[in-house]
């Protein structure tokens, strides 16, 4: 079975510019996860999908990200403009039951703002 | 007050030892705890679950939650140096709600 795969892997922007991030989940995976992990800290649920639905988003910054899940299977994160603390890795992570225990998280795409 | 209390580390131990790793929690929602390995660069891979209370066994691991203490632990028997990795814990309440992880404990094994 093919894992969550997330790309690019590395992203370098200046501060101000926007940046996207994609994320393909397991097949047949209804629930889909966008997580922030900022360097030595756990990771932040930014955003939770069931299908195309949004299910919790309360932790997103509504003013600069923006995500979406098309036809609900791959999804992508914006970052529009970027602030030198978005620096972070961000991981998506995907669950067939949306149960706590049952998440594949994917490689992460490490962004660095400068 | 953070929900879930994690200490950093780093944590060194000879190859062999018995480890110990630890969370506090705050919130007497948590009815989902879980233990989280993940390596350097990669995404978080799932350890250990446990629902409630109570010891669960995993080969040379073990997940013991206290919930009257607010207290969960990972043990880790005959650690070995592919052990060396991130321990994060998370805990979540019932009903599939959004799960909330610790900081995580870095972890080296040495040879």
């Known amino acids: 079975e093919a894992g969550v795969a997330q790309s690019p892997r590395y992203k370098i922007i200046e501060k101000r510019q926007s940046v996207a991030f994609w994320c393909n989940p397991i097949?047949?995976?209804?629930?889909l996860y966008w997580y922030q992990q900022i360097l030595g800290q756990g990771p932040k649920l930014l955003i939770q999908f069931q299908n195309n639905g949004v299910v919790d988003d309360s932790q997103l910054p509504k003013d600069r990200f923006s995500a979406e899940r098309l036809k609900g299977v791959d999804s992508t994160l914006k970052i529009q403009p970027a602030k030198l603390e978005d620096s972070a890795v961000y991981l998506c992570?995907?669950?067939?039951?949306?149960?706590?225990?049952?998440?594949?998280f994917g490689p992460g795409t490490r962004l660095t703002v400068l | 007050q953070k929900e879930v209390e994690q200490d950093p580390g780093p944590l060194s131990v000879p190859e062999g030892a018995i480890v110990s790793l630890n969370c506090t929690y705050s919130n007497s929602a948590f009815q989902y705890f879980m233990w989280y390995r993940q390596y350097s660069r990669k995404g978080p891979e799932l350890l250990m679950y446990?629902?409630?209370?109570g010891n669960k066994e995993d080969g040379r691991f073990t997940a013991q939650v206290d919930k009257s203490s607010k207290y969960i632990s990972l043990f880790i028997r005959n650690s070995q140096p592919s052990d060396s990795a991130t321990y994060l814990c998370a805990m979540s309440p019932p009903g599939y709600q959004k799960v909330t992880f610790g900081i995580g404990t870095k972890l080296q094994v040495i040879p």
């Open positions: 446990t629902y409630s209370s």
């Open positions: 992570a995907s669950s067939l039951t949306g149960a706590p225990d049952t998440q594949y």
């Open positions: 097949s047949g995976h209804a629930t």
